[in-house]
T-cell receptor, first 110, second 115 residues
């Protein structure tokens, strides 16, 4: 069975304090790994898709990387508006559907 | 585009009642997904439609749940009869391609409370 684990469950950072969120997975035949951002009371919002180990993608203060066992979402010099829950999801050939992790709740304070 | 539209945003009902959740996907999107989100289990896929046809309903919990997509601009998720354990936030999402390889655009969700 495909498994996706995100850590930490919650993270509190001060503005400007860079950090990384982790998404580790145990799957057969990874076809893609997705990162979404979810604000309270809203639906998830797509951020990135990574397809193969070594791939990196960036958007503003966010950079996503992928290895054969995990993905990192690096947040550089975060701002309070980066506060949200970040979800990762994996797509595998065997499951043919997305399996979501339970997310990391990020809070960025002034 | 207004994005994915869901109604109602909140629904409170008593156990045993029928509940119908509605979704209007983004125009031109071929795929539609219904998800359920709870604190304990996170985000779970219930059913996936492509070109209005149900492709994968293996996530539908039991026969009390049913979903339809009569046309490209409308879908419903029905629970009959509802139970307290159905309390969750239900999301509808659409995507421009077939399957799960494309980014999905989520609606704001319907928060369902069954008492």
């Amino acid at each position: 069975e495909d498994q996706v684990t995100q850590s930490p469950e919650a993270l509190r950072l001060q503005e400007g304090e860079s950090s990384s969120l982790n998404c580790s997975y145990t799957v057969s035949g990874l076809r893609g790994l997705f990162w979404y951002r979810q604000d309270p009371g809203k639906g998830p919002e797509f951020l990135f898709t990574l397809y193969s180990a070594g791939e990196e993608k960036e958007k503003e203060r966010l950079k996503a990387t992928l290895t054969k066992k995990e993905s990192f979402l690096h947040i550089t010099a975060p701002k309070p508006e980066d506060s949200a829950t970040y979800l990762c999801a994996v797509l595998t050939g065997t499951a043919s559907k997305l399996t979501f992790g339970t997310g990391t709740r990020l809070q960025v304070t002034l | 585009d207004a994005g994915v539209i869901q109604s109602p945003r909140h629904e409170v009902t008593e156990m045993g009642q029928e509940v119908t959740l509605r979704c209007k996907p983004i125009s031109g999107h071929n795929s539609l997904f219904w998800y359920r989100q709870t604190m304990m289990r996170g985000l779970e896929l219930l059913i996936y439609f492509n070109n209005n046809v149900p492709i994968d309903d293996s996530g539908m919990p039991e026969d009390r749940f049913s979903a339809k997509m009569p046309n490209a601009s409308f879908s419903t998720l029905k629970i009959q009869p509802s139970e307290p354990r159905d309390s969750a936030v239900y999301f509808c999402a659409s995507s421009p391609g077939q399957g799960f390889s494309y980014e999905q655009y989520f609606g704001p969700g319907t928060r369902l409370t069954v008492t």
